[in-house]
């Protein structure tokens, strides 16, 4: 994905981001601390892994997603016409801004609505751009990686999500986010991370737009991922929180999400929350074997690829998240 590339802490208290070195280890907790799943009341469309998988080979076919890049365009429009073709109200946000090193950068963001009419209005996101360097990796770190499962998993579950409910019975707002320019910056500095969120934070495509809540998507396909409760959400939104980890375990995913706490990571939902100040979700993968390692073992390297997205854990997250929207009782 893009993002933290360290772990980073929040002041919780201060609404600042800052980094850290030393990391608390996650603290586990039981499924026995959180309320029982609610059924929804409407049928839930099926979410399909298989589809949802071959969201991401076709992102990768147009190459890195790197701001600025022939292959970034292309990625843009394509996504743009499958937002379009199921129904969905889009427009893309366009802005040039200048990056940490005052640098001309330009970003894309990807704002689909769902039921635009609707009052009631949650926020489903995910960073669609790819890392500009194999900074983890021992070779052609200056080269950009594929980004299979850190950016093109994310978009991939919201992409089914919206392909399948096209004619449900969903009465709220679904807003989907495509974060552009997450993913290029430098673990000293906090500021260089979540361009397109930031900017969209302080130049919202509606004014006064605020959802009733928001779950933002990061590495969401890499084979056996686990899924800890992060700080900065359990802070913005812990019934949320929750509630999704409870639809998990009953639904049978609870070997992916994992009721264990971690610390706070620097990420769209962080960026956005400390800003507009809204119950934000961040659904990612966190290692809770290996505290040496935070994220999935080819993070920021070339073997970012699609052996490395299993159409299991696509699922598992998609079905979660689909469930949790039809819970909503407008």
């Not at 499924?31 to 029982?36: E, F, G, N, S, Y």
């Not at 949802?52 to 600025?68: H, N």
Request: hydrophobic share 40%; aromatic share 10%.
């Amino acid at each position: 994905m893009r993002l933290l590339f360290l772990l980073c802490v929040l002041a919780l208290g201060g609404g600042s981001l800052t980094g850290c070195e030393d990391t608390p280890p996650p603290v586990k907790n039981t499924p026995a601390d959180t309320p029982v799943a609610t059924k929804p009341a409407r049928q839930v469309p099926e979410f399909n892994g298989d589809t949802a998988y071959a969201f991401v080979q076709k992102q990768l076919s147009f190459g890195p997603r790197v701001p600025m890049t022939p292959g970034h365009a292309r990625c843009a429009d394509w996504l743009v016409s499958k937002f379009r073709q199921y129904g969905l109200e889009t427009q893309v946000q366009q802005a040039r801004i200048q990056d940490h090193r005052d640098r001309p950068l330009e970003l894309r963001n990807i704002i689909a609505s769902y039921n635009p009419r609707a009052t009631f209005r949650v926020m489903l996101s995910a960073h669609w751009d790819t890392r500009p360097v194999a900074d983890a990796d021992t070779k052609r770190q200056g080269e950009p990686i594929p980004g299979a499962n850190d950016g093109a998993s994310g978009v991939a579950v919201l992409l089914e999500i919206a392909r399948v409910i096209q004619g449900s019975e969903l009465p709220i707002g679904v807003d989907f986010m495509l974060w552009d320019a997450e993913d290029g910056g430098e673990s000293q500095n906090d500021n260089s991370w979540c361009h397109g969120s930031r900017y969209w934070a302080r130049n919202r495509h509606k004014p006064g737009y605020s959802p009733a809540w928001a779950i933002n998507l990061d590495m969401v396909g890499a084979k056996d991922a686990t899924f800890l409760q992060e700080g900065f959400s359990r802070q913005s939104a812990p019934q949320l929180v929750k509630r999704i980890w409870q639809n998990a375990a009953s639904l049978g995913y609870g070997s992916y999400f994992l009721f264990a706490n971690y610390p706070p990571i620097l990420d769209d939902h962080a960026v956005v929350g400390n800003i507009l100040g809204i119950a934000y979700v961040d659904i990612i993968h966190l290692n809770l074997q290996d505290e040496a390692k935070t994220f999935f073992e080819h993070w920021h390297t070339h073997g970012d690829d699609i052996q490395t997205i299993d159409p299991r854990t696509l699922k598992a997250v998609g079905h979660t998240v689909l469930y949790t929207l039809f819970q909503e009782p407008v």
